[in-house]
């Protein structure tokens, strides 16, 4: 069964725990050049992974191996030394991979409604803010810490005070940790093209931070708590 809509591409943009729950947050390009944001369980990754082996049995290779065209969903290892944390982000990428492999393979697995009805926005999706208590994690980033800080793809600028909309945790730029709390104010340093910009704290402690947790602080606006996160792009939770 086909799908009015469906993904086109699709990646990864943060861990986001809540308690003891982890999700994996993704952002959503359909056919109709229309963009969501939403977040899935691991358990709810598994259960596509089983939906499409079950609709798709000669694409998933269970008639013939050498047909198989669906991905493998990878976990990491239970004895791997990385903590929740540290095992969520290492999931975070699999997934990344895992549905880059998937939205690559044949047309009808791509416009499936198995495959549109998982990534369609929920109504937990649609809701402005996340519960009280999560913490967004994103990964480090890799493109900017690669790029030399006199490179032109760096825009320098007077550093400008803005404000962080979520809670997160991420590591300075001398893998100390950098934890930063909804509406805290953080100076921009640097502005790079992918989005990641390097800020400092209070304390002094510069970071790259993404860009679509930052508001500009607006003149004579005072601290207002319980601001929505109202993303740029397609990051609007």
């Known amino acids: ?28 390009r359909w056919s109709d050049n229309s963009d969501s944001s ?40 239970l004895l791997t ?26 047309e009808h697995v791509l416009r499936s409604s198995a495959l549109s009805d998982f990534f369609a926005p929920k109504p937990v999706d649609l809701k402005p803010m996340l519960p009280p208590g999560s913490l967004v994690i994103l990964p480090t980033p890799e493109e900017p810490l690669s790029q030399p800080a006199s490179s032109l793809a760096i825009h320098n600028l007077e550093a400008q005070s803005m404000r962080c909309l979520q809670p997160f945790f991420t590591h300075d730029t001398r893998d100390r940790p950098f934890h930063t709390q909804a509406q805290e104010t953080l100076d921009v340093l ?18 790259w931070f993404p860009a679509p947790y930052l508001e500009e602080v607006a003149q004579g606006q005072g601290q207002e708590s319980g601001l929505a996160l109202q993303g740029r792009g397609t990051m609007d939770w």
């Open 190 to 207: 640097l502005r790079h093209p992918s989005g990641w910009w390097l800020v400092e704290n209070k304390d002094q402690q510069t970071a």
């Open 38 to 77: 939403v977040r899935r369980s691991w358990d709810e990754f598994r259960q596509l992974q089983k939906i499409l082996k079950e609709t798709f049995p000669v694409e998933a290779g269970l008639l013939r191996r050498s047909e198989r065209v669906l991905p493998k969903l990878p976990d990491v290892p």
């Open 81 to 106: 030394r990385r903590g929740h944390t540290g095992r969520g982000l290492v999931r975070l990428r699999l997934l990344d991979t895992y549905v880059q492999a998937l939205l690559a393979t044949s």
């Open 1 to 28: 069964m086909t799908s009015p809509r469906h993904p086109v591409s699709a990646h990864a943009v943060a861990l986001v725990q809540m308690e003891r729950l982890q999700t994996f947050a993704f952002s959503v």
